[in-house]
């Protein structure tokens, strides 16, 4: 089952493929975050992707929803990508952010997207730090943080802590 953000992002994909009339070779995605992911072997999709890249050389594009999709941990993930990528001539595109990573580019736009990548990082790195302290003020206060099992639901109280009761409905 293919969760609803990540039929949107195909979607927006698919009007751009349709627009330009590209021809699709392969549709790949990975569920969960590049950080969750301590390796590139981890992410399926993405591995499919590279293992595919010299097959295509010189003559196929990546097309992304935007640079925060493969950007999640830069030094890991997308800097080892990219290269392999520029290695077999091929272009990566990130849709939202209008941004394009060209192996022949002789301007800024390579540099700008991978600005883009590192800046996205940054950014998930901010609000990871973010979550996590407000999940141990919340777990302070004696609030439920996550999901409750089945049979509980979660009601928030006046102090604004969440509460696990029992699901009645």
Do not use: P
Request: net charge positive; hydrophobic share 30%.
């Amino acid at each position: 089952e293919v969760n609803s953000a990540i039929r949107f992002q195909l979607h927006e994909i698919q009007k751009v493929v349709k627009t330009y009339n590209f021809n699709v070779a392969m549709v790949e995605s990975d569920i969960g975050s590049g950080w969750s992911k301590k390796s590139i072997k981890q992410l399926a999709g993405l591995n499919r992707i590279k293992s595919s890249l010299e097959k295509y050389k010189n003559n196929a594009i990546v097309i992304v929803t935007s640079v925060s999709r493969i950007s999640r941990n830069y030094e890991e993930i997308s800097s080892e990508f990219l290269k392999e990528c520029k290695q077999n001539g091929i272009r990566v595109y990130a849709l939202r952010d209008n941004l394009i990573y060209d192996y022949k580019d002789k301007s800024n736009l390579s540099a700008d997207f991978i600005k883009a990548c590192i800046e996205a990082q940054k950014n998930s790195t901010e609000l990871s730090m973010k979550m996590k302290e407000y999940h141990s003020q919340q777990k302070e206060k004696g609030s439920i943080v996550g999901q409750v099992e089945y049979g509980y639901k979660r009601k928030r109280e006046s102090d604004g802590s969440w509460k696990k009761i029992e699901n009645d409905e």
